[in-house]
């Protein structure tokens, strides 16, 4: 079945350290996307990628880092710059097509910095 | 930036009970979706529905662009319709905006 896997789904992890949270799709889609949530908010654009080796700043990219090397993947970094990680992390793929860009999201990492 | 914002924040229903969910941005916007997230944290596409009026079961939504609002509408709910529901707007290409959410709660 096509869809977005999230990994790992729950982490924990040591102030100060760097993590790196996995995304990876098999829809075929241009477009990748991380989104940010803390309780009870909506979710925050990070990072978005419209094509391989690119890749654009959100609303709330401080602390963060991306790559895009390849289609399928788009992976996170958390770095220890990033004062408040504890959130949960949702990625987004979409076939990136002006008109029919319709997002769909993994399951989830939940990170929890001690 | 655009604003997004959704009404009721809250919402508790009896099961059974029929409710409209309602999301109004503050500019023109090239898409909108709307997303059920469930208890787990996973979020469902319902609908993707820049203009016009669909259907799917007991959900329905309208967008009216021209006015900048959205609505959600759910008929006989269910103990399993609880969640958050969110309403995204997309503002040029690929910037998804998304609304600070309406969490429901049925009630058996």
């Known amino acids: 079945d096509g869809g977005i896997t999230q990994s790992p789904k729950y982490l924990f992890r040591k102030e100060g350290q760097n993590v790196t949270l996995s995304c990876e799709q098999n829809?075929?889609?241009?477009?990748m996307y991380w989104y940010r949530q803390d309780p009870g908010q909506g979710l925050r654009l990070i990072y978005y990628?419209?094509?391989?080796?690119?890749?654009q700043k959100g609303d709330i990219a401080e602390g963060y880092s991306v790559s895009r090397e390849k289609k399928e993947s788009f992976p996170l970094t958390v770095t220890s710059a990033q004062k408040n990680p504890t959130a949960f992390y949702l990625c987004?793929?979409?076939?990136?097509?002006?008109?029919?860009?319709?997002?769909?999201f993994g399951a989830g990492s939940r990170l929890t910095v001690l | 930036g655009i604003q997004v914002e959704q009404s009721p924040p809250d919402l508790i229903l009896q099961e059974g009970a029929n409710s409209t969910l309602r999301c109004n941005f503050s500019?023109?916007?090239?898409?909108l979706q709307w997303f059920h997230q469930n208890p787990w944290g996973q979020l469902i596409n319902l609908f993707y529905?820049?203009?016009g009026t669909k259907q799917n079961g007991r959900l329905s939504a309208t967008t009216v662009a021209t006015e900048r609002y959205s609505l959600l509408y759910i008929s006989s709910s269910q103990t399993t319709d609880s969640g958050v529901y969110f309403c995204?707007?997309?503002?040029?290409?690929?910037?998804?905006?998304f609304g600070t959410g309406t969490r429901l709660k049925v009630l058996a």
């Open positions: 987004a793929s979409s076939i990136g097509i002006s008109g029919a860009n319709v997002l769909t």
């Open positions: 829809l075929n889609h241009d477009a």
């Open positions: 990628s419209q094509i391989v080796n690119d890749f």
């Open positions: 995204a707007v997309e503002q040029g290409t690929y910037k998804y905006i």
């Open positions: 529905i820049p203009s």
């Open positions: 500019d023109s916007v090239n898409n």
